[in-house]
């Protein structure tokens, strides 16, 4: 199916290790992006990429590192998972440089 | 530095015409302003965008001043199921960079 998807949905690590979230998208979109949202608080941007091999920091990118060798994947690496790192993690992706689409989101928990 | 400020809530009756106003300022001529609904545990859905005057949708309206220091998301007649959290969004391109400027979000709840 055309879309955007994000895998795990779910994810409960340990303070330490690494963790990969994947992000897909089928709609061929230039920008791709990583936000995460904590409880009952609103968005706020780690990495977005404008294309492929091309990324930028957000808001907050420390302890987070992002690659894009092709178009449709966007994956999120927490190098050494922290508490403060457990959140709910959106990815999302845009043709025009406005319009983003989100996917359904990953929760991670850190213990 | 650009800023966006929204009212933390709001509440409404079913059927009324609700108005949510996002403030935001030093954006550009070009700069786009986009509105976002969010239901618990989804993404963030679209719902319009626009960089000036008034843009219309099947869902909703969107009404950016000619100073362009607001915008006021217009939802009409609403129902139950709009009862969820609305971003808006400034999208700005300051310095070769490209910086999103988010809304904390408003509640909104609709009573029957």
């Known amino acids: 199916d055309a879309g955007i998807t994000q895998s795990p949905r779910y994810k409960i690590t340990e303070t330490g290790r690494q963790v990969t979230l994947m992000c897909h998208q089928t709609?061929?979109?230039?920008?791709m992006f990583w936000y995460r949202q904590d409880l009952g608080h609103g968005l706020r941007l780690i990495y977005y990429?404008?294309?492929?091999?091309?990324?930028d920091k957000g808001e907050v990118p420390d302890g987070y590192v992002v690659s894009r060798s092709k178009t449709e994947n966007f994956p999120l690496t927490l190098e050494s998972a922290t508490r403060s790192q457990t959140s709910v993690y959106f990815c999302?992706?845009?043709?025009?440089?406005?319009?983003?689409?989100f996917g359904p989101g990953t929760r991670l928990l850190v213990l | 530095l650009a800023k966006t400020t929204q009212p933390i809530s709001m509440d409404s009756y079913e059927g009324q015409e609700v108005n949510i106003t996002c403030s935001h300022n030093?954006?550009?001529?070009?700069?786009?302003i986009t509105w976002y609904q969010q239901f618990p545990s989804q993404g963030p859905r679209f719902i319009i965008q626009g960089y000036k005057t008034k843009v219309t949708n099947e869902v909703a309206s969107l009404f950016i001043p000619a100073d362009r220091k607001s915008s006021t998301l217009s939802l009409p007649r609403v129902s139950l199921s709009d009862t969820a959290v609305y971003y808006c969004?400034?999208?700005?391109?300051?310095?070769?960079?490209?910086?999103?400027?988010w809304g904390a979000g408003t509640k909104l709840i609709i009573k029957p």
């Open positions: 990429s404008a294309a492929a091999d091309i990324t």
């Open positions: 969004l400034v999208a700005l391109y300051m310095d070769s960079n490209y910086q999103l400027i």
């Open positions: 709609w061929s979109h230039s920008y």
């Open positions: 030093n954006i550009a001529t070009n700069d786009y």
């Open positions: 999302a992706s845009s043709g025009a440089q406005e319009t983003q689409y």
